[in-house]
């Protein structure tokens, strides 16, 4: 059978003798992944490709490409704030440190900012010392920011600073930017390797399974839909309504109204709706169902209904554009709707969304974010490079950053994730 590999770069070949124990389950750059998880997906694709796609597999190599004792390596994070940011800083430190040897580990400050020396920021010096009990603290403690800073500049900082590799912590924006600085390495043969670490709240990355904090996100919106329900039933006709973060994806919505069966509507970006025009127009639904039951819950992604709203969109620094507050504009509709139809609501507004990611990630998560961080170190070691590290089928991958920033990860209306929630909801 032709399996063919997702090809990973790499900034040189590995020869030297890995300083792990040898007792570790090495991982060969061999090993794969199949990329279609079904047969029938697998089938088809050897039917008209002749091959099948495969991820290499992560986890550490038997021989590196970097001698540990004279490496130096920097860690930024960039974009949104996510719960777990401070976990995978420490993963990382600690492996590169504790495991490797690694003698200096930089943190850069505020993002790709940190990397510019006009703007006048210096490195934050990351040992075992000074991540002691970070991964109990919501946040960052390097700091974050959007925007991007000129490529030749950061290298030129990186030289400067002979770093030899460099995670960069973010999501779509942030990982762009590590594509750019990577090809410009490896166009110059340089011996520094850029390693991503996806991070998203939404969950909105390609190619990976999840993201890190997105499972922390889901659990710290269960208990508002349980007080937004006590609400909803402690009035006549009540109504809660709870905005949740997701710009373009609406995972956190979907999830959140999977874990808490108390959710009747959920509101996405990837499915459309009308107010009141149409057969299934949400506001007589909700009519129908509040003479019905006498009170409801209503969860909507902040990317939902954004056709529905007047006015323009401005753009955040990273070029994202900026979503329109549809929780504001729904709850000011429905108290509108109702009254014009002469029927007494009560509705009460939840608005967690950075009460949620300014949050610790709770366990799994933290399990989640160190071996993240373990198999980024690994990679970065063996000299990999313009790679991320990804999880596909319970299995950490290495992803071509190229591929997992072409587009959006999304739910799919017509997908079983999206008819899950369809079937939980009343
Ligand atoms: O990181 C993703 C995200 O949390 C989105 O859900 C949200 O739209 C956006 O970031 C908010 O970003 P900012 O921190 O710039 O307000």
Redesign the pocket.
Known sequence: MNIETFPIRKVGPAKIKTPLDLRTPFVSDQAQVFYDREADGAKKEFQETGKIHAFEKAGPREKIFFDPNWCKAGILTA????PGLNNVIKGITETLKKIYGVPVVYGIPYGYAGLNPELGYGPIMLDENTVDGIHEQGGTILGSS?GSQSTEAMLETLMRMDINMLFCIG?DGTLRAAHELAQEILKRELNISVIGIP????NDICMIDKTFGFETAVHATNPMITVAHNEAKGAPNGIGLIHV???DSGFIAAYSSLANPHVNYCLVPEVKFSLEDGPDAFLPKLYDRLKRRHHAVIIVA??AGQDLIQGERQK???G?L??NNIGMFLKDRIKEYFKRNNFEVNIKYFDP??LI?GIAAEASDSVFCLLLAQNAVHAAMAGKTDMLVGHWSDTFTHVPIEMAIRERKKINPRGTLWRCVQMNIR
């Open positions: 974009g949104g704030l996510c959007r999501g991070k998203t709240i939404d973060m997701g710009r902040e990317g955040d620094a990273s994202n900026l979503n969304t950075y990611r």
